[in-house]
Nanobody
Framework: VQLVESGGGLVQPGGSLRLSCAAS????????MRWYRQAPGKDRELVGI????????NYADSMKGRFTISRDNAKNTVYLQMNSPKPKDKAVYYC?????????WGQGTQVTVSS
């Protein structure tokens, strides 16, 4: 199992950024995928989850209406669209797959929100 995030970088407040996570080594379409993030000095928190049929749920109230998770099963890729990011969204963003009771993580991609 391999998860590779990309798309992070510097974004201005109010801008937009799309993160990608390319998956391999398992039957991607069968599994829910999650995005997490970890800000400096804080615990890793769940951003949201998208199940195999493409319904997503944002967990953190501060991200509702601004972040959207989607997936392309043909490309084995899950996305996190970040709209109107705020400085407090600065974090390393990770994608996650839970397969047969085991967690798999990517290496993470850094997002910095600053003008």
């Amino acid at each position: 199992v391999q998860l590779v995030e990309s798309g992070g970088g510097l974004v201005q407040p109010g801008g937009s950024l799309r993160l990608s996570c390319a998956a391999s080594g398992f039957t991607f379409s069968r599994y829910a995928m999650r995005w997490y993030r970890q800000a400096p000095g804080k615990d890793r928190e769940l951003v949201g989850i998208i199940i195999s049929v493409g319904i997503s749920t944002n967990y953190a109230d501060s991200m509702k209406g601004r972040f959207t998770i989607s997936r392309d099963n043909a490309k084995n890729t899950v996305y996190l669209q970040m709209n109107s990011p705020k400085p407090k969204d600065k974090a390393v963003y990770y994608c996650n797959a839970q397969i047969l009771g085991r967690d798999y993580w990517g290496q993470g991609t850094q997002v910095t929100v600053s003008s």
